[in-house]
C-alpha cells in the first residue's frame, strides 16, 4: 500500500522558512522512470493550486509563477523522500499542502507546468502552513 506523508509546516513569520518533507512508502521513487512529484496547496474558498513538482528520474522541475525565485523542490531518491524548501514567505503562502506522486507523471508531460492534480494517483493527507505575523 503506497503512502505519502508530509511533515514540516507549522506556523512561521512573514519572510522565514519553511521545509516540508515528502516521505513516500509502498513505491520507491528512484526506481526506472522514476516518478513524477508534485506539491499543491489549497487555501480556504480556493482551489486547489500547483505550486512546484519533480521528476525523480531525472530531476526536471517546475514552479508556479507566484513561488518562483522562492521555493525549490529537490528530491532524495535514496530517502525515498521529496522536498520542498519554502523561502520568503509571504501571508498569500498559507494554506494546506498536499504532496502527490505517480509512475513517471514528470513536469511538462501534459503542457507545460505539473500535471493537474487529478492525474496523480497517490496523495498524502496535507499539512498546514501558516504565515501570520
Known amino acids: 500500500q503506497v503512502h505519502l506523508v508530509e511533515s514540516g509546516g507549522g506556523l512561521v513569520q512573514p519572510g522565514g522558512s519553511l521545509r516540508l518533507s515528502c516521505a513516500a512508502s509502498?513505491?520507491?521513487?528512484?526506481?526506472?522512470?522514476?516518478?513524477?512529484v508534485g506539491w499543491f496547496r489549497q487555501a480556504p474558498g480556493k482551489e486547489r493550486e500547483g505550486v512546484s513538482c519533480?521528476?525523480?528520474?531525472?530531476?526536471?522541475?517546475y514552479y508556479s509563477d507566484s513561488v518562483k525565485g522562492r521555493f525549490t523542490i529537490s528530491r532524495d531518491n535514496a530517502k525515498n523522500t521529496v522536498y520542498l524548501q519554502m523561502d520568503s514567505l509571504t501571508v498569500e503562502d498559507t494554506a494546506v499542502y498536499y504532496c502527490?506522486?505517480?509512475?513517471?507523471?514528470?513536469?511538462?508531460?501534459?503542457?507545460?507546468?505539473?500535471?493537474?492534480?487529478?492525474?496523480?494517483?497517490?496523495w498524502g493527507q496535507g499539512i498546514q502552513v501558516t504565515v501570520s505575523s
Open positions: 509502498g513505491i520507491t521513487l528512484g526506481s526506472l522512470g522514476g516518478y513524477g
Open positions: 519533480v521528476s525523480t528520474w531525472d530531476g526536471d522541475t
Open positions: 502527490a506522486a505517480d509512475r513517471a507523471l514528470y513536469p511538462g508531460e501534459y503542457g507545460s507546468g505539473c500535471p493537474i492534480p487529478g492525474l496523480y494517483a497517490y
